[in-house]
């Protein structure tokens, strides 16, 4: 079984930029998850997608955090404009059903300067 | 916010000793997950237990939870310079979804760093 797919695997960029994360799930898992973890953290979650439905999106800062799940497959996390209590390793989780763990992607460690 | 805290934060031991890492959380739960992050990686699943049940075991691994004090246990015996990482226990608040059944919505804990040396 192929795992959570992440790209990049790093990104600098300066404040002020957007840059965009992309997440491709596992194969009929219904339920896509990305999470925020600065160093020295726990991951805090960001969104919860139901196949391209946002469950929970309340921790998500709306101003400049976006994020869409096409055809309940794929998705993508963008930053605009980024700061720099940004840097962090964004993370994206799929999971089959409740009562089954996660699959994490090995996530994007983004740097803001 | 998290909602639980790891203890303790860090733990160094020596390989074949065991390490027992506890966790407490707040609210009631539908389940408790245990994950381990190796430096600069993605985490990894390793245990799952239902509010009902009060031990579970995979492996070298054993954990514990009790829901009316609201703490949850992980003990690796024999362990191994291997198992060197961070561990975090994540609950499952129970969101009941009304699409069509789709996972827990998890929150993580601070971690607690294991060191294990040869």
């Known amino acids: 079984e192929a795992g959570v797919a992440q790209s990049p695997r790093y990104k600098i960029i300066e404040k002020r930029q957007s840059v965009a994360f992309w997440c491709n799930p596992i194969?009929?898992?219904?339920?896509l998850y990305w999470y925020q973890q600065i160093l020295g953290q726990g991951p805090k979650l960001l969104i919860q997608?139901?196949?391209?439905?946002?469950?929970?999106d309340s921790q998500l800062p709306k101003d400049r955090f976006s994020a869409e799940r096409l055809k309940g497959v794929d998705s993508t996390l963008k930053i605009q404009p980024a700061k720099l209590e940004d840097s962090a390793v964004y993370l994206c989780a799929s999971s089959p059903s409740r009562d089954y763990g996660y699959t994490f992607g090995s996530g994007t460690r983004l740097t803001v300067v | 916010s998290q909602q639980g805290e790891e203890d303790p934060q860090a733990l160094s031991i020596q390989e074949g000793e065991n390490a027992t890492m506890n966790c407490s959380y707040k609210?009631?739960?539908?389940?408790l997950q245990w994950y381990r992050q190796n430096s600069g990686r993605g985490l990894v699943h390793l245990i799952l237990?239902?509010?009902?049940?009060r031990e579970k075991h995979s492996g070298r691994l054993r954990v514990t939870l009790d829901t009316s004090k609201k703490s949850s246990s992980l003990l690796i015996t024999a362990s191994r310079a291997a198992d060197t990482a961070s561990y975090f226990c994540a609950t499952a608040l129970g969101l009941e979804l009304t699409l069509t059944g789709g996972g827990n919505k998890l929150t993580f804990g601070t971690g607690t760093q294991l060191k294990v040396e040869l």
């Open positions: 997608f139901q196949n391209n439905g946002v469950v929970d």
């Open positions: 609210t009631s739960i539908n389940n």
């Open positions: 194969s009929g898992h219904a339920t």
């Open positions: 237990i239902r509010s009902n049940e």
